[in-house]
């Protein structure tokens, strides 16, 4: 399953929303308690591959819609991440004169980065210092986002 952060959001708001839309006698308005817990560590940073290296990471990342870089350029820099997340609800159940009713009590979600990794061309390193500096910045631009 591939989470957006607007599907988690959205997920979390259905929780919260679902007790106030099931009130009645049977199930009576509860609180569902919602834990998050974020699993987040800063990248490796590799300057080992070459720009066309980084170009081909970038097209196999980038899937059946496209490359993932700007204007068809060749990326000096790229940042990978993998997210992932696992889900434990705990509902609580009632059962009165045959019909039932079962609601959240507790939502706990493990978010976790996996794999985060800062590559930046070993090309545009050896072209010029400032040249991998304005590389990195751009970079870790991406890197202050997913964190």
Sequence with gaps: ????????????????????AAQSPLCPAEKAAILVRPNVKGP???????????ARISAARAGPKGTLTQHGKRPAGLTTANFESKWLITLNGRRKDGRSCMKPARV????????????VARDATQVATCRRDVVLEHENRHVRINL
């Design 44 to 54: 490796a940073y590799d300057y080992s591959l070459a720009i066309a290296d980084l």
């Design 108 to 119: 706990e979600v493990d978010v976790a980065i996996v794999d985060h990794r800062v590559y």
């Design 1 to 20: 399953m591939c989470l957006t952060r607007r599907s988690f959001l959205g997920g979390l708001f259905a929780v919260a929303a679902s007790d106030a």
